[in-house]
């Protein structure tokens, strides 16, 4: 996981400050949202299904680990391995072991936060692996040497003459960057280059199935399906929160994925695996088969002859059982980040972490510890749009406060605001005190205030008047109006 | 790795034991999910309309000698001298095979071989075939889906490499939705490594919220319903 290079209010005060990336923002959340809603109100029980989702959730949270071992021997019984990473260098590590052991040189991969979380692209580089990201965003990432900034549309905050200049440099010409199907059509052809010669296909999973050792991989573009058809290794990272007891459950769960991230009932490509190629074929013993030939009768087509599937926990299990627990739920679909109206002001990037948003705000200092993240828990609102949104019904903002409160239990919070919510607290249980404070107050911003707004702050409350003006206070109190109103 | 496993293992079983929230054993599982809608009709239309609504064209035949016509006349359109295809007896259409080789059109067969080498060459020589012909396991009426599994003569790469992806479906292969396919097929992980629900043509929105077609997968998707 990437760690902020810049403090969490110097990258705001830069998204703020960037109009293309305010425009780019407001185009894609408004839209994500609108189409959110309308693929929710066309489905007419969606509220018992996200219930009923969430209580999938919650109870396969609660036995995560018996649902782990059931997934783990399915896995196995179809041929499959299974390897379990406690930290984000052991799971580098081990798909770097998995790509020495198949003499991989070259590798595609399809969309995973998980791979991101763990850096996994710069480990491969390092043991000599070359890794090309074939989602169409992620690509475009990873030739601007860029950070995804949602995780469902990784490349929200740029504009087509952005990537148009990219590909230039990639060899485009005018007539590949005209339009968007022309550039998306260069794209495709650069990738599908890279795919006929990949040796090994790196995925994330949607979700684990533990009843059928069952990996789901979702998505639109197709990429997916050929990172895990076309190479001869097939390696999926899965957070270890991600599985499901039953094909039934996942069938709960992929009604509300699409919907919730694009509106889609179902996303293009549910493409769910079970073990790798079946047949003599798979063992690999045969490696030098002819094209049509030795086709036993009992052999599939097609499809990856090794199947690894690396289970990562990276800090997951130090939240079950605890206030954190139910951020474990979360099926990614990206709602909350375009509910938010933080998120739709400050991108993704200022968050800082692999996971933006509210989502972010809650599971990176949870995975992470909340020492260098302290800030995140404060970028909210509490407004609950959020929760509103969360098709498994997740209650951000209980989980945010719950992190404020240990920040300021572990004296991460700054001095002057909690020795000035201390002041509050000693005034609001004083209603004499109260009153005069309030006066003072009324007096001391009107002072400051010209036509009602105050421009400009002293001190540490400049943070506030930098974005955005402050009221000055009503000439006459609350407690004053109510009691000439009951006279 | 066995001491990650164990470790990772022990791990969550330490925390849900010591953990109260929330507590650990203490949340059933719901059950099956038990949907108050009324079943649809006419699954034919449901499906066409659905699968419209995604852009795909969808072709309706009274019988199996109408289907392959349309089925040849689709190839032809697209120009396709060779077609990725399922094997015969998967096609959903008795005398579309042998009908295509009269036309005389090839039929490639999905298989690739396990050693990179001759991998990498069989993936050269079919990169640019120009359609793919598959039958289907089901179509899924309330979401315009097509299920389809892997297994001996029924390649993945049938409807994924190439632009145009045609399936034949006959019209009692359609059901409700994917829980009623689950139903109908209570093995159906044992029936083949893969099980792919396409959901309309491959499609990307990555650049401006634009929506594209055919990015990686087929941007053309033709279904031809027999009955």
Redesign the interface.
């Known amino acids: 996981m990437t760690s902020a290079p810049l403090n969490f209010y110097v990258r705001v005060d830069l998204a703020l400050k960037d109009h293309a990336l305010g425009a ?1 923002m407001d ?2 959340t408004k ?2 949202v609108s189409s959110r809603e309308a693929g929710m109100a066309a489905f ?2 969606a509220d ?2 996200r219930d ?1 989702a969430r ?2 959730r ?2 396969t949270v ?4 018996q649902y ?2 059931q997934f783990e021997t399915a896995v196995h019984a ?1 041929g499959g391995h299974v ?4 930290t984000a260098e ?1 799971a580098v590590a ?1 798909v770097a072991d998995i790509a020495r052991q198949h ?1 991989v040189r070259s590798a595609v991969k399809s969309k995973s936060m998980v791979s991101e979380e763990i850096d996994l692209n710069a480990a491969l580089a390092r043991a000599g692996v070359d890794v090309l990201e ?4 992620e690509f ?1 990432v990873q030739v601007d040497k860029d950070h995804p900034s949602h995780i469902v ?4 905050h ?3 003459h952005d ?1 148009a200049k990219s590909f230039r440099g990639l060899g485009a010409t005018d007539e590949d960057v005209v339009d ?2 022309q ?3 260069f ?2 052809r650069l ?2 280059a890279g795919f ?2 990949a ?1 090994m296909g790196i995925s994330g999973g949607n979700f684990g ?1 533990a009843e ?3 990996l789901c991989v979702c998505t ?4 997916g ?2 990172t895990t ?2 190479p ?1 290794v097939h390696v999926a990272l899965m957070g ?1 929160e991600r599985v499901v ?1 039953t ?2 459950d996942l ?2 769960m ?1 009604q509300l994925l699409g919907r919730s991230a ?1 509106g ?16 003599q ?4 013993a ?7 030939g030795a ?9 990856p ?1 090794h199947l690894h599937i690396v ?1 990562v ?1 990276n800090g997951r ?7 954190l ?1 139910e951020i474990l739920y979360c099926i990614r679909c990206g709602a909350c980040l375009n509910a938010c109206p933080v998120y739709q002001q400050v991108g993704g990037h200022a968050y800082g972490s692999v996971y933006p948003g509210p989502v972010g705000a809650v599971l990176t200092p949870g995975l992470r510890g909340l020492a260098g993240w302290e800030d995140l828990p404060q970028a909210s609102s509490l407004c609950g749009a959020c929760r509103e949104v969360c098709p498994v019904r997740i209650d951000i903002p209980r989980m945010l406060l719950s992190l404020r409160d240990e920040s300021t239990r572990l004296g991460l919070t700054p001095a002057w605001a909690t020795s000035g919510l201390r002041l509050l607290r000693r005034l609001a249980v004083r209603p004499k005190a109260f009153r005069v404070a309030q006066r003072l107050a009324a007096r001391a911003t009107r002072l400051l205030a010209r036509d009602g707004w105050i421009r400009w702050l002293p001190g540490h409350l400049s943070a506030w008047t930098r974005q955005r003006d402050f009221p000055a206070f009503a000439p006459e109190t609350f407690m004053r109006r109510w009691e000439r109103r009951g006279r | 790795m066995s001491d990650g496993r164990l470790n990772v293992l022990s791990a969550i079983d330490r925390q849900l034991r010591l953990g109260t929230l929330p507590p650990s054993g203490s949340l059933q599982h719901p059950g099956a999910f038990t949907s108050r809608q009324a079943a649809p009709v006419d699954l034919v239309a449901l499906l066409t309309r659905e699968l419209e609504a995604l852009a795909v064209t969808v072709h309706r035949e009274a019988d199996d000698r109408a289907a392959t016509a349309r089925v040849l006349a689709l190839l032809d359109e697209r120009g396709a001298s060779r077609v990725l295809a399922w094997d015969p007896e998967w096609l959903n259409c008795p005398g579309l095979s042998e009908a295509i080789d009269a036309h005389g059109i090839v039929r490639e067969p999905c298989w690739l071989p396990a050693g990179a080498a001759e991998r990498r060459a069989r993936l050269a020589a079919i990169d640019d075939v120009r359609a793919g012909l598959t039958g289907a396991l089901a179509g899924l009426a309330d979401t315009g889906s097509l299920a389809l599994v892997s297994g001996p003569g029924r390649g993945r790469t049938a409807s994924l490499l190439p632009p145009m992806h045609v399936a034949v479906l006959r019209a009692d292969q359609i059901v409700p939705s994917f829980g009623a396919c689950l139903a109908a097929h209570p093995h159906i992980a044992d029936e083949g490594s893969n099980l792919v629900l396409i959901t309309g043509p491959s499609r990307t929105a990555d650049i401006e919220m634009t929506l594209t077609r055919g990015v990686h997968g087929p941007g053309h998707v033709h279904v031809v319903i027999i009955g």
Do not use: C, F
Not at chain 1, 153 to 156: D, N, R, T
Not at chain 1, 295 to 303: F, H, I, Y
């Open positions: 780019a185009r894609a839209k994500l007419p029980e018992a299904v009923h209580r999938i919650a109870h609660g036995q995560l680990g782990l071992r179809r390897h379990w990473a406690e052991q081990i003499d074939t989602d169409l965003g475009i549309a990784p490349i929200i740029k504009s087509r990537i968007v199907p550039m998306t059509a794209a495709r990738l599908r006929l010669k040796d199935v059928t050792g069952s639109n573009e197709g990429n399906r050929l058809t076309l001869r270890i007891p094909l039934a069938d709960v992929l694009t889609q009932k179902l996303t293009v490509y549910t493409n769910i695996i079970s073990g790798p190629r079946r047949g074929g798979a063992t690999g045969q490696g030098a088969m002819g094209a049509q086709t036993g009768a009992t052999d599939e087509s097609d499809g002859e289970l926990d299990s130090r939240l079950l059982g605890g206030e627990a």
